[in-house]
């Protein structure tokens, strides 16, 4: 409130008031609204029961349509090769036969006219529905784990880099080696994912190039291992790891990388202790970040993954706009972000900071 | 160890922060740099540490040239400008940073830091924060994580400067107390003189990357070698001309208040550019007593400190000429615009060549 206060003292009482209608808008209409809405969606079960004994009846109405109308052609085939004191017999039967079936004709009618609307039962069934489902669930902890992997192969690759733009490149360098590091960032994700794809294709570059020059016999299947996932999304998320850790590191006093060296510190005692302890929060923010893209990423592994390697966000997909089931597919989404939060717990524990050392 | 700087000198691209500097320090000496802001005092100390090594020259410690070994094999200890403590390591952890290092047991660390808190005055703050010290206690903690190393060498640059004048003075003895009991070298740079002259058996003045003098406190006070050290060190009266004549020890020189007398240390010659300095303290009214050099002069300000005064007074045309007078009781009223006679022997003046020394 003190806050408040002091705010409406600057800027007066209507931009203060504005700007917490707008803050309040934004809250409630952008971020809290939806998020309930996707959880009051995944806990809505459809109980399609019904629907599917109707359908099943309508089917049943079909096979006795076609039994009827194979029984007309034949009692028609009969009449043209009977004898004339036997056909009006045979078209009394053909008249009961044609009424059978515009009789089956208008129950099948009603019946596909009849319009059961699924009635939502609230229930955890659409959570529930990932665990009993073992190819869903097992597409989801390979998500988590490969998402962690990536974000570790992104840690100890950034790390080093990191360090180097901040305390060992001289100022020029360390400015030509970021835009480096930037500039493909100006390529669209999906064109830059392309590239990737290019390069690790069954009959891309690099297996061209090796098994041209020996190293390998047998071209590597990338792409349907996961391998080209990890590798892309490893190189598309580089950034979100090496700027918060080059911005932590870069608000270390050299003089206390020198006063550890001065006491006869080797070099990796001096990341141990020293280095690393400083840049914990934006490890931690590096980690998030990349885990959270990783794991929420759609397009690297719908261009990197092969047909045997799905992502949980393509699962999700599939939910939403081809198995036509929001329901399942809120539950689904839910529980991705879920584990991203639990992950983000886990990660300011594991690196012992707290909410105020992440917003640095 | 001894300590040997033998014709030193460090270039930057085309400046020259230290020129051809020679220089022996004894094992146990208390040594100061003294000089202005930018002379070069931490490049020597970052070349005896280690973290430069001199373009030219050779530095020696213990009788063995030091070029090649870095900072962490080196038998100095810094104690930084800014300390560069480890903020985020305990008092104890950052005292015995050193002896973890070099494979020291926890519990034997924590004994030796122990003792090093009780050595620096530190008794019962060894499981603070340094964050958590007053900036003496600070300056205290960066002493003992140096000495922990048991450095043959100690090396201080300006660790005084960021304290307060009641604290430095207080840390002065204090520094002095820890030398005698460790009998640790120290090298010890500062541009208050009167932190060099306190603490200091011998000190070196330095000016743009030359040492002027090295010499004891007294000897840099009472002798000084050049026009620079006698300007830079205490206060001086200066009186600019050329040297009229030379009898034996002395020189007159002709500046704008006529012929003034001094001792001719640097043994000039006739028409040699000159500066007389004479000390305020030296300076003395002159009521018909014998002086070598008598001013007629007026008073312009006088300015009490209770213990003694400062008179300024102003020859035909002059600066001002500045008399200490020590409040014996017996100094007199005097009033501005009053005319006096103010005068010198010439045993406590000195005629030093003008070089390098811009007019002030
Ligand atoms: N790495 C460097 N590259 C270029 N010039 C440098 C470098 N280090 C120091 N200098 C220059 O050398 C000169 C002496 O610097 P130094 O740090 O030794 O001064 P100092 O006497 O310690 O001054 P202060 O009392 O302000 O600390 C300065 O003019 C400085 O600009
Ligand atoms: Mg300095």
Same mark, same amino acid.
């Given at each position: 409130?003190?806050?408040?206060?002091?705010?409406?003292?600057?800027?007066? !009482?209507?931009?203060?008031?504005?700007?917490?209608?707008?803050?309040?808008?934004?809250?409630?209409?952008?971020?809290?609204?939806?998020?309930?809405?996707?959880?009051?969606y995944?806990?809505?079960?459809?109980?399609?029961?019904?629907?599917s004994?109707?359908?099943?009846?309508?089917?049943?109405?079909?096979?006795?349509?076609?039994?009827?109308?194979?029984?007309l052609?034949?009692?028609?085939?009969?009449?043209?090769?009977?004898?004339?004191?036997d056909?009006?017999?045979? /078209?009394?039967?053909?008249?009961?036969?044609?009424?059978?079936?515009?009789?089956?004709?208008?129950?099948?009618?009603? $019946?596909?006219?009849?319009?059961?609307?699924?009635?939502?039962?609230?229930?955890?069934?659409?959570?529930?529905?990932?665990?009993?489902?073992?190819?869903?669930?097992?597409?989801?902890?390979?998500?988590?784990?490969?998402?962690?992997?990536?974000?570790?192969?992104?840690?100890?690759?950034?790390?080093?880099?990191?360090?180097?733009?901040?305390?060992?490149?001289?100022?020029?360098?360390?400015?030509?080696? !970021?835009?480096?590091?930037i500039?493909?960032?100006?390529?669209?994700?999906?064109?830059?994912?392309?590239?990737?794809?290019?390069?690790?294709?069954?009959?891309?570059?690099?297996?061209?190039?090796?098994?041209?020059?020996?190293?390998? /016999? /047998?071209?590597?299947?990338?792409?349907?291992?996961?391998?080209?996932?990890?590798?892309?999304?490893?190189?598309?998320?580089?950034?979100?790891?090496?700027?918060?850790?080059?911005?932590?590191?870069?608000?270390?006093?050299?003089?206390?990388? /020198?006063?550890?060296?001065?006491?006869?510190?080797?070099?990796?005692?001096?990341?141990?202790?020293?280095?690393?302890?400083?840049?914990?929060?934006?490890?931690?923010?590096?980690?998030?970040?990349?885990?959270?893209?990783?794991?929420?990423?759609?397009?690297?592994?719908?261009?990197?993954?092969?047909t045997?390697?799905?992502?949980?966000?393509?699962?999700?997909?599939?939910?939403?706009?081809?198995?036509?089931?929001?329901?399942?597919?809120?539950?689904?989404?839910? $529980?991705?972000?879920?584990?991203?939060?639990?992950?983000? $717990?886990?990660?300011?524990?594991?690196?012992?900071?707290?909410?105020?050392?992440?917003?640095r | 160890?001894?300590?040997?700087?033998?014709?030193?000198?460090?270039?930057?691209?085309?400046?020259?922060?230290?020129?051809?500097?020679?220089?022996?320090?004894?094992?146990?000496?208390?040594?100061?740099?003294?000089?202005?802001?930018?002379?070069?005092?931490?490049?020597?100390?970052?070349? #005896?540490s280690?973290?430069?090594?001199?373009?030219?020259?050779?530095?020696?410690?213990?009788?063995?040239?030091?070029?090649?070994?870095g900072?962490?094999?080196?038998?100095?200890?810094?104690?930084?400008?800014?300390?560069?403590?480890?903020?985020?390591?305990?008092?104890?952890?950052?005292? &015995?940073?050193?002896?973890?290092?070099?494979?020291?047991?926890?519990?034997?660390?924590?004994?030796?830091?122990?003792?090093l808190?009780?050595?620096?005055?530190?008794?019962?703050q060894?499981?603070?924060? #340094?964050?958590?010290?007053?900036?003496?206690?600070?300056?205290? #903690?960066?002493?003992?994580?140096?000495?922990?190393?048991?450095?043959?060498?100690?090396?201080?640059?300006?660790?005084?400067?960021?304290?307060?004048?009641?604290?430095?003075?207080?840390?002065?003895?204090?520094?002095?107390?820890?030398?005698?009991?460790?009998?640790?070298?120290?090298? =010890?740079?500062? %541009?208050?003189?009167?932190?060099?002259?306190?603490?200091?058996?011998?000190?070196a003045?330095?000016?743009?990357?030359?040492?002027?003098?090295?010499?004891?406190g007294?000897?840099? =006070?009472?002798?000084?070698?050049?026009?620079?050290?006698?300007?830079f060190?205490?206060?001086?009266?200066?009186?600019y001309?050329?040297?009229m004549?030379?009898?034996?020890? =002395? &020189?007159?020189?002709?500046?704008?208040?006529?012929?003034?007398?001094?001792?001719?240390?640097?043994?000039?010659?006739?028409?040699?550019?000159?500066?007389?300095?004479?000390?305020?303290?030296?300076?003395?009214?002159?009521?018909?007593?014998?002086?070598?050099?008598v001013?007629?002069?007026?008073?312009?300000?006088?300015?009490?400190?209770g213990?003694?005064?400062?008179?300024?007074?102003?020859?035909?045309?002059?600066?001002?000429?500045?008399? %200490?007078?020590?409040?014996?009781?017996?100094?007199?009223?005097?009033m501005?615009?009053?005319?006096?006679?103010?005068?010198?022997?010439?045993?406590?003046?000195?005629?030093?060549?003008?070089?390098?020394?811009?007019?002030?």
């Open positions: 409130m003190g806050a408040l206060k002091d705010f409406a003292r600057r800027y007066g !009482m209507i931009m203060t008031s504005y700007m917490v209608v707008a803050c309040g808008v934004w809250m409630v209409g952008m971020i809290i609204m939806p998020q309930l809405l996707m959880v009051d995944s806990l809505q079960h459809l109980d399609r029961s019904e629907e004994r109707i359908d099943q009846q309508i089917e049943q109405q079909y096979i006795e349509l076609q039994r009827a109308q194979s029984g052609r034949g009692l028609n085939r009969d009449l043209e090769a009977a004898a004339e004191a056909r009006p017999a045979i /078209e009394t039967q053909i008249g009961e036969r044609e009424r059978e079936i515009e009789q089956i004709e208008g129950l099948i009618t009603e $019946l596909e006219n009849t319009f059961v609307e699924a009635e939502p039962v609230y229930s955890f069934a659409n959570y529930e529905y990932l665990f009993t489902n073992s190819l869903h669930r097992a597409i989801f902890l390979k998500t988590i784990w490969a998402s962690a992997l990536v974000t570790f192969i992104a840690l100890l690759m950034c790390y080093p880099i990191a360090f180097y733009l901040a305390k060992v490149a001289p100022g020029e360098r360390a400015a030509l080696l !970021m835009l480096a590091l500039i493909p960032y100006w390529i669209n994700e999906i064109l830059r994912t392309f590239a990737w794809l290019m390069i690790l294709s069954y009959n891309g570059i690099f297996n061209q190039a090796f098994t041209g020059l020996g190293v390998i /016999e /047998e071209p590597i299947d990338f792409l349907n291992q996961n391998i080209g996932v990890v590798i892309g999304m490893t190189y598309t998320y580089i950034l979100f790891m090496v700027f918060p850790i080059y911005n932590t590191i870069d608000t270390l006093d050299k003089n206390q990388l /020198e006063a550890a060296r001065d006491l006869g510190s080797p070099w990796w005692r001096i990341h141990w202790r020293i280095v690393i302890p400083h840049a914990k929060p934006g490890i931690a923010v590096g980690c998030i970040m990349t885990f959270m893209l990783a794991a929420g990423s759609y397009a690297v592994p719908q261009i990197l993954g092969g045997s390697s799905l992502w949980f966000t393509q699962i999700i997909y599939n939910w939403f706009f081809e198995g036509g089931d929001w329901n399942v597919g809120s539950a689904y989404a839910f $529980l991705l972000l879920a584990i991203c939060v639990i992950f983000i $717990l886990t990660m300011m524990r594991v690196f012992k900071v707290g909410l105020d050392d992440i917003s | 160890m001894d300590i040997d700087i033998d014709n030193v000198s460090m270039q930057f691209g085309d400046f020259t922060a230290v020129k051809q500097t020679s220089l022996q320090i004894p094992a146990g000496e208390f040594f100061s740099f003294l000089g202005p802001s930018g002379c070069g005092k931490t490049t020597i100390l970052r070349m #005896v280690g973290f430069l090594e001199p373009t030219e020259g050779a530095i020696r410690i213990g009788g063995q040239d030091m070029r090649g070994i900072p962490n094999r080196r038998p100095t200890a810094l104690i930084f400008q800014n300390l560069a403590l480890f903020p985020l390591m305990k008092v104890w952890e950052n005292i &015995a940073f050193g002896l973890e290092v070099r494979g020291i047991s926890k519990g034997e660390r924590r004994r030796r830091a122990e003792e808190i009780d050595l620096v005055a530190l008794q019962g060894g499981d603070k924060l #340094v964050t958590e010290l007053s900036g003496g206690q600070r300056q205290r #903690v960066a002493i003992a994580r140096a000495l922990a190393v048991e450095p043959a060498v100690l090396l201080l640059d300006e660790p005084l400067s960021a304290l307060d004048l009641k604290l430095r003075q207080h840390m002065r003895a204090e520094l002095r107390a820890i030398q005698k009991r460790t009998g640790v070298t120290f090298i =010890y740079i500062t %541009h208050d003189q009167g932190e060099a002259l306190t603490m200091s058996d011998r000190i003045v330095m000016s743009q990357g030359v040492i002027e003098q090295v010499d004891s007294e000897k840099i =006070y009472d002798e000084p070698a050049t026009a620079f050290v006698a300007t060190v205490g206060e001086n009266n200066p009186f001309g050329r040297v004549s030379t009898d034996g020890p =002395y &020189a007159v020189i002709d500046s704008m208040l006529g012929p003034l007398r001094g001792r001719n240390k640097q043994r000039l010659i006739v028409g040699d550019r000159a500066i007389l300095f004479v000390r305020p303290e030296r300076c003395r009214l002159a009521n018909g007593e014998e002086l070598d050099n001013i007629a002069s007026s008073v312009d300000r006088i300015d009490l400190e213990a003694f005064r400062n008179l300024f007074v102003r020859g035909e045309g002059s600066r001002d000429i500045v008399v %200490h007078q020590t409040n014996d009781g017996m100094i007199g009223d005097l501005p615009g009053q005319r006096i006679n103010v005068g010198f022997d010439a045993d406590d003046a000195l005629v030093l060549q003008e070089s390098g020394l811009s007019r002030q």
